[in-house]
């Protein structure tokens, strides 16, 4: 293959191999983190003491209590007086034992209802998709006991029923289920692309120190804006918050389900700057070879002059 050819196949497979990485990285992330129940529920656990989901889920407790009591009770003078004692339960339920089984059970049967509904096929199914719901009528229970215990007027009338709160819209189950499966496929064979681009594309190359450099800095590249990315997306999903929704809550959740990716960015940041660096130094501090002179070449000469003397010497005698 003519050098010219080799030098343009291998910058066209680095180019593609240095594109990759951080695609998939996001896809690898997506496919086998937030899609493993059992990864997503170990991430958010530590969530449960945040002080900023701990208020959140205390205000969505206490309100939706509230709610439940006015729409079913009939006492409107105790309306107001009720309604500090409900988020005091509420927020003191938050800091018990009970609350962080609560809230781990709760994130790992919506975690399983939402994986369920993306990866069944519901082509044959007429009677169409239906919305995820999770049913989170334990964690009411925990509240009424303990506005029972402290003797708060109305508790134990507090209705506790199995609703079914929608998590996920049967609208948007279609186009995200197409979306799940091709980002399970692309979790696993993005990466080995870029891989495969990579080593097809040094093994080609006519200059290959140049070449290593130029990926290692490709890759340090992709790692840099996979981390701008995710600090993008952080403010995109914070600013398309709905009112009411807390967003310190939301931004620790944002960063706990992130912190796998952000550590991925890292390194492909720190791997990239640290392999162009060597490469680039073992240029510098590799000793040069010299081809040294062949004096052997030069002693048989010198040796063989004194053999042609004596043989000229008996002619000069005999003349």
Known sequence: MPPRLRSALSAVLLALSCLLVPF???????????????????????????????????????????????????????????????HDAARSFTHTRAFRLAWETGNRVTHDAVLRALREDRQDDTDGDRPVTVDFAPVTAQVKRLLTRDHVPLAARIPVEHT???????????????????????????????????????????????????????????GALLGLALTAGRAL???????????????????ALTATLRTVSWLLLALGLTVALTAWLTRYLRPSRRPRPSRPARGRRESAAPEQAPAQAPTRARA
């Open 237 to 255: 999903t914070l600013d398309g918050l709905p009112a009411g929704v807390s967003h310190p809550a939301a931004g620790a959740v944002y960063d």
């Open 164 to 222: 079914a709160v929608a998590v996920l819209p049967a609208a948007e189950l279609a186009p995200l289920r197409k979306g799940f499966h091709l980002l399970e496929v692309a979790g696993f064979w993005l990466p080995v692309a870029a891989v495969a681009f990579a080593v097809t594309g040094i093994a080609v190359a006519v200059r290959r120190r140049r070449v290593i450099v130029a990926t290692a800095l490709g890759t340090a590249l992709g």
């Open 24 to 86: 998939g990285a996001l896809a690898a992330w997506a496919s086998y983190g937030l899609a493993d129940t059992g990864r997503y529920v170990t991430t958010m656990a530590p969530l449960a003491a945040d002080p900023a989901v701990r208020e959140a889920v205390a205000d969505a407790i206490g309100d939706g209590i509230v709610r439940e009591v006015d729409q079913r009770l009939d006492v409107r003078p105790l309306r107001g007086s009720v309604r500090p004692f409900v």
